[in-house]
């Protein structure tokens, strides 16, 4: 192995500032989809070399930047993007809420396929947007698309927007073409533009692959903009570096009008350079990466199975996040999380934030050293045993 997952980083050190790390004495946080690897070497070269320079004034996008991101694309996910047909946006967050903006109207419904990203519901709600959900069917331990249901939603007039999470974070799914396909066609014939935020799409099963909304038809790639970002990938969340793409001359206008007087599409110093180098020489890093995920939820999945069989792991082929069904456990998933982090200081969320039928599951981010994996998943349990000894007294 050429790069180190096992190691132990700090992230606890004041200067540091880390949201995840913000905890009390002893707690171990597996909650917010941040990373706690070091990044690719390569891209902390990136960062040092710019600051070495000691002037951190205006910075233009580089030439380089829209290149790398449209061979990563090219050679890692058989998609092929135009250049010119990418911009700059600080996160995928302030791009998604800008997009709410300039692509609806106040009172417009804008479509989730629930439960999914939280933040998704705060873009919509913040700007006097509706959010209209379509829960998944859950079934058998699995999720599925309501196509009636996202059919129905859709043609209604007001429904003006869908934002897809691909691959789906809390599930940790990626969707098929086929579903892409019928998701995108319902889309076109009823006027409702898609953003597909695909953050989480470099980190997969080892071997597998997800499939670009844009890819999957004509009318999929004329009718949405991509969210693509360095940021899950290389655990580089703090520098702030992302992209949307929008195929469709006319609503790349709209989006990218929108992006510049929300004024969230320059970059900082160092968010050009990071991407750069992530993208242009950061693949076998990916790979190293993946293995070691896949790994994490290998051993939990064994350790569930054998420790707390009452709780059930959604089968996933990507994202870091584990999304657990605690029905036989308990009513709320909220409560419980809450429990665990009071009784063994162990930090998860409860799946009630993402809507749907959250509030049965709670979502466990792995992304961490193994021991660490394995001193929470004893917690989990350990929070889990007194959980039920209070709800059976
Ligand atoms: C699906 C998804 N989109 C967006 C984000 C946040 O993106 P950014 O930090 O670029 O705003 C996250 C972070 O967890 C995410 O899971």
Redesign the pocket.
Known sequence: MKYDFDKKVDRTEKYVDSLKWDIKPGELPMW??DMDFETFPEVSEAIQNRASHKTYGYTIEPEEWAEAYVNWWKNHHDFQMKKTRLIFAT????AISSMVRSLTNVAENVLLMTPV?N?FYNSILNNGRKVLESPMIYENGTYHVDFSDLKRKMEDPQTTLMIL?NPH?PIGHIWEEEDLFKIGELAWENGVVVIS?E??CDLVNPGESYTPFASVSEHARMNSVT?L?P??TFNI?GI?T?AVYAENRFIHHKVWRGLNTDEVAEGNAFAYQAAISAFQNGWDWVEQLREYLYENRQFVSAYLRENIPEVHLIPANATYLLWVDISKVAEDGRELAKFIRKETGLWVTGGDVYGGNGNKFLRINIATARCNVVDGMNRLKDGIRKYQEKVNH
């Open positions: 917010v989809a996160g995928a967050v302030p990203y933040i999470c974070n935020d953050l989480h969210c970002s940021s899950k969340a702030q992302s």
